[in-house]
């Protein structure tokens, strides 16, 4: 039997005759194709017209009968696409299955805790369960019949369909109401390609699920809008490489308490971090609405800072939609609600959040009231444009909250700052970050970007790609290009000038920054302006240029901003207005009323400065980024505001002011008394947080060491980002006021600065280093933490030699440093007089040691080296390391460890030797170093030879001596009042301890 369409079968009998039925036995066709009145074959006659009306039933009312769709059956022919389905839903329906007792808690743990199987695997684990539960069940079409109601609870549109599907074959469609139920029309309405047996049923199944034709009309119309609507509208600055304009990386935040953490690494340009939080994942676009265990109904937050692509990713997910379904969920309608419009934020109906407004919208509106939302996704864009009441009360605000509209699902954007009250949200389902583009892709963008030659491109990629990583393209934190071609040269140096210019760089993120960069880097010759404002006023300026080239007026003789002629300084002037005064209302796009203010040479083309797009039927107006307005209004604060100081005060703790105010700095360089205030900070506790002593401890460390607590470390470690001060140096920095630098330095208790265990990006280094070049004060202790040569060469490149500025103590850990690097930063005059200074060495070189013994006040010196590769030049520089030591006048305590060469460890006893002022002296060898041979007589020429050491500590492991102390060190000279012996070193203390009798 073969299954045609409607009530037509097709009965295959044993003798190759062939009966058609269409509603009534018509004729038989035999082999050959003649035709017959039935007089032939008559018992196989017989037994076809049995079978057919077994099989027909009343064909009006009853299809009848299926033979051979047991529940069995029934379920294994629609077993892959249940597989699919249920993938999406798979935790939800497992719980559903185990709560009506149809499947073992066995298989429940292993869809919970099997992580390294994929939900595609387990799902079809699941359905493999539920094959051998139906088969060993003793009412198997109840099973069957529960494990459908089970789906169809689901309120999934597929699942529904299948599970209705289903139970018309086993007659129980009636037990269902499948109206409430089923959304939307699935792939399984092409009845030609759906796995069942009988196609009466699921055409009524598809007339219940098909939507009213109001409503699939208001969709079409809506695709072919958001079809039409550009994904990313600006063409000023110039559009960058098109494969990466607009851009989006997303951050799947599955832990809300990492939020802070996450917007400082924002803030300061760090974004890749963000993706390396172990709260997050990276996840593509598609995945933004992939179903939730808990529930169908989605509530997603979007948030990200000013101009990173949230509208655009907003527009994109609109795109897709109009181009067919959406990934992982079909909805009958996407509405884009942007909050900016007063219209939405202050709509009391849901009607009134259809901007685009046509007969069918009451009809649309009342369809999905009356399913609660079912079917329909809303995106709410703006968040953060909301009033403070508007965001506690408000449709909006409603519909988020699942007040209203429960069955619906919403995508609600925000900045970082505004969505701390959206993430927490008992029914929130997901959070994303835009984050933008990534270090590596910043670079890749520059590359593409100044380079149009796609081949030599990709050269300066490859040139510049970690060879062990270019699967997963990791650059080296260096780039070079072998090429002598300008463009590429000049790619090269902008990557490498944003390494240390990283307040620029950590704007590049945002696609049209990273332009704008691009743009003005290429103008000035290859060079970064000095700080943000002049980067800013530099663009702004090239703006008005590009735009008054259609005008009378010579582009050229635009110098500045400052100097602008009379007919576009009042036009910039109003421009500024705008942008504080709407900046202070916390309104970033605006209508054509608002605007009504504005002469009418600023409405011309408002400089250039302002882009305009249609929001539906209304035409809006933005500036071309938010730090564009940001500046201008700093302009107005600073160059036409009466009061600009008590602006600034109002505006200080305002995080939504913060980037506005670090321009008003960079304008007014903060020369007004009254900005001392935030620079005076009282007893501004920045010293090294270290664990209490005990007090053994205390006791035993001080025979060795002037300050017990520093070799010990243990430092405190702490999240507290604020300790830091890095607003103020960075705005220190930005305005260039040296004053204020010696105000701020005054402030810090104790003249102690600890930045152990602080990640400072090579901006934060620059601020640092030019406070510090810019201070008269003798720091007490100086802790830089850990250094790599980047840093350290931002650090040091700014400071003046001549500077009076001293520091008396030094801890600091080096990475691998250069010896260039080492001079540079000993010859500063801020170190050079220093006292003490603890030091960790990633390498052992005998420039390091003589490097630190050249300070001419040095008195404590700990030194822990790392391994020592091979050196040539050794043997040539342990004369020289002897005298150093033997002749240093002033050092009193030395301590060296860690993996020191055999030569480094003969010169620096020898020379302790023979020096008259050291009074401890700690020698740790790494039990991991090379191994050591001790001449004969070291250990006890030393003790017989020096006479002020007073502490003497040895940790030489015994492995690591070649021949054994066979004797015992008899003359002893050293006035010792403390010895302490390694461990390990059985031999030494053997040697040292007199002869018991």
Same mark, same amino acid.
């Given at each position: 039997?073969?299954?045609?369409? *409607?009530?037509?079968?097709?009965?295959?009998?044993?003798?190759?005759?062939?009966?058609?039925?269409?509603?009534?036995?018509?004729?038989?066709?035999?082999?050959?194709?003649?035709?017959?009145?039935?007089?032939?074959?008559?018992?196989?006659?017989?037994?076809?017209?049995?079978?057919? #009306?077994?099989?027909?039933?009343?064909?009006?009312?009853?299809?009848?009968?299926?033979?051979?769709?047991?529940?069995?059956?029934?379920?294994? &022919?629609?077993?892959?696409?249940?597989?699919?389905?249920?993938?999406?839903?798979?935790?939800?329906?497992?719980?559903?299955?185990?709560?009506?007792?149809?499947?073992?808690?066995?298989?429940?743990?292993?869809?919970?805790?099997?992580?390294?199987?994929?939900?595609?695997? @387990?799902?079809? %684990?699941?359905?493999?369960?539920?094959?051998?539960?139906? !088969?060993?069940?003793?009412?198997?079409?109840?099973?069957?019949?529960?494990?459908?109601?089970?789906?169809?609870? $689901?309120?999934?549109?597929?699942?529904?369909?299948?599970?209705?599907?289903?139970?018309?074959?086993?007659?129980?469609?009636?037990?269902?109401?499948?109206?409430?139920?089923?959304?939307?029309?699935?792939?399984?309405?092409?009845?030609?390609?759906?796995?069942?047996?009988?196609?009466?049923?699921?055409?009524?199944?598809?007339?219940?699920?098909?939507?009213?034709?109001?409503?699939?009309?208001?969709?079409?119309?809506?695709?072919?809008?958001?079809?039409?609507?550009?994904?990313?509208?600006?063409?000023?600055?110039?559009?960058?490489?098109?494969?990466?304009?607009?851009?989006?990386?997303?951050?799947?935040?599955?832990?809300?308490?990492?939020?802070? !953490?996450?917007?400082?690494? &924002?803030?300061?340009?760090?974004?890749?971090?963000?993706?390396?939080?172990?709260?997050?994942?990276?996840?593509?676009?598609?995945?933004?609405?992939?179903?939730?265990?808990?529930?169908?109904?989605?509530?997603?937050?979007? *948030?990200?800072?000013?101009?990173?692509?949230?509208?655009?990713?907003?527009?994109?997910?609109?795109?897709?939609?109009?181009?067919?379904?959406?990934?992982? %969920?079909?909805?009958?309608?996407?509405?884009?609600?942007?909050?900016?419009?007063? @219209?939405?934020?202050?709509?009391?109906?849901?009607?009134?959040?259809?901007?685009?407004?046509?007969?069918?919208?009451?009809?649309?509106?009342?369809?999905?009231?009356?399913?609660?939302?079912?079917?329909?996704?809303?995106?709410?864009? +703006?968040?953060?444009?909301?009033?403070?009441?508007?965001?506690?009360?408000?449709?909006?605000?409603?519909?988020?909250?699942?007040?209203?509209?429960?069955?619906?699902?919403?995508?609600?954007?925000?900045?970082?700052? =505004?969505?701390?009250?959206?993430?927490?949200?008992?029914?929130?389902?997901?959070?994303?970050?835009?984050?933008?583009?990534?270090?590596?892709?910043?670079?890749?963008?520059?590359?593409?970007?100044?380079?149009?030659?796609?081949? #030599? =491109?990709?050269?300066?990629?490859?040139?510049?790609?970690?060879?062990?990583?270019?699967?997963?393209?990791?650059?080296?934190?260096?780039?070079?290009?072998?090429?002598?071609?300008?463009?590429?040269?000049?790619?090269?140096?902008?990557?490498?000038?944003?390494?240390?210019?990283?307040?620029?760089?950590?704007?590049?993120?945002?696609?049209?920054?990273?332009?704008?960069?691009?743009?003005?880097?290429?103008?000035?010759?290859?060079?970064?302006?000095?700080?943000?404002?002049?980067?800013?006023?530099?663009?702004?300026?090239?703006?008005?240029?590009?735009?008054?080239?259609?005008? *009378?007026?010579?582009?050229?003789?635009?110098?500045?901003?400052?100097?602008?002629?009379?007919?576009?300084?009042?036009?910039?002037?109003?421009? /500024?207005?705008?942008?504080?005064?709407?900046?202070?209302?916390?309104?970033?796009?605006?209508?054509?009323?608002?605007?009504?203010?504005?002469?009418?040479?600023?409405?011309?083309?408002?400089?250039?400065?302002?882009?305009?797009?249609?929001?539906?039927?209304?035409? @809006?107006?933005?500036?071309?980024?938010?730090?564009?307005?940001?500046?201008?209004?700093?302009?107005?604060?600073?160059?036409?505001?009466?009061?600009?100081?008590?602006?600034?005060?109002?505006?200080?703790?305002?995080?939504?002011?913060?980037? /506005? #105010?670090?321009?008003?700095?960079?304008?007014?360089?903060? !020369?007004?008394?009254?900005?001392?205030?935030?620079?005076?900070?009282?007893?501004?506790?920045?010293?090294?947080?270290?664990?209490?002593?005990?007090?053994?401890?205390?006791?035993?460390?001080?025979?060795?060491? %002037?300050?017990?607590?520093?070799?010990?470390?243990?430092?405190?470690?702490?999240?507290?980002?604020?300790?830091?001060?890095?607003?103020?140096?960075?705005?220190?920095?930005?305005?260039?006021?040296?004053?204020?630098?010696?105000?701020?330095?005054?402030?810090?208790?104790?003249?102690?600065?600890?930045?152990? &265990?602080?990640?400072?990006?090579?901006?934060?280094?620059?601020?640092?280093?030019?406070?510090?070049?810019?201070?008269?004060?003798?720091?007490?202790?100086?802790?830089?933490?850990?250094?790599?040569? $980047?840093?350290?060469?931002?650090?040091?490149?700014?400071?003046?030699?001549?500077?009076?500025?001293? /520091?008396?103590? #030094?801890?600091?850990?080096?990475?691998?440093?250069?010896?260039?690097?080492?001079?540079?930063?000993?010859?500063?005059?801020?170190?050079?007089?220093?006292?003490?200074?603890? /030091?960790?060495?990633?390498?052992?070189?005998?420039?390091?040691?003589?490097?630190?013994?050249?300070?001419?006040?040095?008195?404590?010196?700990?030194?822990?080296?790392?391994?020592?590769?091979?050196?040539?030049?050794?043997?040539?520089?342990?004369?020289?390391?002897?005298?150093?030591?033997?002749?240093?006048?002033?050092?009193?305590?030395?301590?060296?460890?860690?993996?020191?060469?055999?030569?480094?460890?003969?010169?620096? &006893?020898? +020379?302790?030797?023979?020096?008259?002022?050291?009074?401890?002296?700690?020698?740790?060898?790494?039990?991991?170093?090379?191994?050591?041979?001790?001449?004969?007589?070291?250990?006890?020429?030393?003790?017989?030879?020096?006479?002020?050491?007073?502490?003497?500590?040895?940790?030489?492991?015994?492995?690591?001596?070649?021949?054994?102390?066979?004797?015992?060190?008899?003359?002893?000279?050293?006035?010792?009042?403390?010895?302490?012996?390694?461990?390990?070193?059985?031999?030494?203390?053997?040697?040292?301890?007199?002869?018991?009798?």
């Amino acid at each position: 039997m073969i299954l045609l369409t *409607d009530n037509c079968y097709q009965v295959q009998c044993t003798t190759s005759v062939t009966v058609t039925d269409t509603n009534y036995l018509q004729s038989v066709v035999l082999p050959g194709g003649s035709s017959s009145n039935l007089i032939y074959n008559d018992l196989y006659l017989i037994v076809c017209l049995h079978m057919l #009306l077994l099989l027909s039933g009343d064909v009006e009312c009853n299809p009848g009968p299926i033979t051979g769709n047991t529940p069995s059956a029934l379920l294994r &022919m629609n077993y892959a696409t249940l597989v699919d389905a249920i993938a999406n839903n798979l935790h939800r329906v497992t719980n559903g299955l185990y709560a009506k007792g149809l499947i073992p808690m066995e298989t429940v743990n292993h869809i919970q805790t099997a992580n390294a199987i994929s939900d595609i695997v @387990k799902s079809g %684990q699941l359905m493999s369960v539920l094959q051998r539960q139906l !088969e060993a069940s003793s009412t198997p079409e109840q099973f069957l019949t529960d494990v459908c109601h089970i789906l169809i609870n $689901q309120q999934h549109c597929i699942l529904t369909d299948i599970a209705t599907s289903i139970l018309h074959q086993l007659g129980q469609l009636d037990l269902v109401n499948v109206s409430s139920h089923t959304a939307l029309p699935s792939p399984l309405h092409d009845e030609s390609k759906a796995p069942v047996t009988n196609r009466r049923g699921l055409s009524d199944v598809a007339k219940i699920a098909s939507i009213p034709d109001d409503v699939q009309g208001y969709a079409d119309n809506m695709k072919q809008h958001y079809k039409h609507q550009p994904i990313v509208a600006t063409d000023w600055p110039p559009r960058i490489e098109k494969n990466f304009f607009g851009r989006l990386a997303l951050i799947e935040k599955q832990d809300s308490s990492t939020q802070a !953490e996450s917007a400082w690494h &924002m803030l300061r340009g760090q974004v890749d971090k963000t993706v390396k939080l172990t709260e997050n994942k990276e996840i593509s676009v598609e995945d933004v609405l992939q179903p939730t265990d808990s529930s169908l109904s989605l509530r997603i937050v979007i *948030d990200g800072p000013p101009g990173i692509g949230k509208t655009t990713l907003c527009r994109k997910l609109l795109n897709m939609w109009s181009n067919g379904p959406l990934p992982h %969920q079909q909805y009958n309608l996407v509405l884009y609600c942007p909050l900016r419009n007063s @219209k939405i934020a202050t709509a009391t109906t849901l009607a009134e959040l259809f901007v685009r407004q046509r007969y069918e919208v009451p009809m649309v509106a009342e369809w999905f009231e009356k399913r609660n939302g079912e079917g329909l996704l809303i995106i709410f864009d +703006g968040w953060d444009e909301l009033s403070e009441q508007l965001r506690q009360s408000s449709l909006a605000a409603s519909i988020i909250c699942k007040d209203q509209l429960d069955q619906c699902s919403v995508i609600v954007t925000s900045r970082s700052y =505004a969505s701390f009250s959206l993430l927490e949200l008992d029914n929130l389902s997901r959070h994303v970050q835009v984050i933008g583009f990534s270090e590596d892709e910043i670079s890749t963008v520059i590359i593409q970007t100044l380079q149009k030659d796609p081949k #030599l =491109a990709q050269e300066i990629i490859n040139e510049n790609t970690e060879k062990e990583l270019i699967s997963k393209r990791k650059y080296k934190s260096f780039f070079t290009t072998t090429q002598a071609c300008k463009d590429s040269k000049l790619a090269v140096k902008l990557i490498n000038d944003l390494e240390l210019r990283n307040d620029v760089q950590s704007l590049c993120y945002v696609p049209l920054v990273c332009s704008m960069v691009i743009l003005v880097y290429c103008k000035e010759g290859g060079h970064l302006p000095k700080t943000l404002t002049e980067l800013y006023e530099n663009f702004i300026l090239q703006t008005i240029r590009r735009h008054f080239k259609r005008h *009378d007026i010579n582009p050229r003789t635009l110098g500045s901003l400052s100097s602008l002629p009379s007919q576009l300084a009042k036009p910039l002037q109003e421009m /500024c207005k705008l942008a504080y005064t709407n900046l202070a209302n916390t309104r970033m796009t605006f209508s054509s009323h608002q605007l009504q203010s504005l002469s009418d040479a600023v409405k011309e083309d408002y400089l250039g400065l302002i882009t305009t797009f249609m929001d539906y039927d209304e035409e @809006k107006y933005q500036f071309l980024h938010l730090s564009i307005q940001e500046f201008l209004a700093a302009w107005w604060i600073a160059k036409h505001e009466e009061k600009t100081e008590e602006v600034f005060k109002d505006h200080f703790d305002d995080d939504h002011f913060r980037m /506005c #105010l670090r321009f008003v700095a960079g304008l007014t360089h903060l !020369e007004h008394e009254s900005y001392q205030q935030y620079f005076n900070k009282q007893l501004l506790d920045l010293q090294c947080k270290r664990e209490p002593l005990f007090h053994f401890e205390t006791c035993h460390l001080s025979y060795f060491h %002037q300050n017990p607590e520093i070799p010990q470390k243990r430092h405190i470690s702490s999240d507290d980002f604020d300790n830091i001060p890095n607003l103020l140096f960075q705005l220190l920095y930005e305005s260039q006021n040296t004053t204020l630098c010696q105000v701020l330095a005054q402030s810090i208790n104790n003249h102690s600065l600890c930045l152990n &265990m602080v990640d400072l990006s090579l901006f934060d280094w620059l601020c640092l280093s030019y406070c510090i070049n810019n201070i008269n004060i003798t720091w007490n202790h100086l802790h830089l933490g850990k250094v790599r040569n $980047q840093s350290l060469t931002v650090f040091t490149e700014l400071m003046n030699k001549s500077l009076q500025s001293q /520091c008396k103590r #030094l801890e600091v850990e080096l990475y691998e440093p250069s010896i260039e690097l080492l001079n540079n930063l000993l010859q500063q005059s801020l170190f050079y007089n220093i006292q003490e200074c603890y /030091c960790t060495s990633t390498v052992c070189q005998y420039i390091v040691l003589i490097q630190f013994l050249k300070l001419p006040q040095l008195k404590v010196l700990h030194l822990i080296m790392g391994r020592s590769a091979v050196d040539s030049s050794c043997t040539d520089k342990c004369t020289e390391l002897e005298k150093c030591i033997e002749m240093n006048s002033v050092l009193q305590e030395m301590k060296l460890g860690g993996g020191e060469r055999r030569e480094v460890i003969i010169s620096v &006893m020898k +020379g302790v030797s023979q020096n008259k002022t050291i009074k401890s002296f700690s020698l740790d060898i790494d039990v991991f170093a090379h191994r050591l041979t001790l001449l004969d007589g070291l250990i006890e020429q030393l003790l017989k030879d020096n006479t002020t050491i007073q502490a003497l500590s040895l940790n030489i492991p015994d492995v690591l001596l070649q021949s054994r102390l066979t004797y015992y060190i008899l003359e002893v000279n050293t006035p010792l009042t403390a010895l302490e012996i390694g461990q390990s070193n059985y031999e030494l203390m053997e040697s040292l301890l007199p002869p018991t009798r």
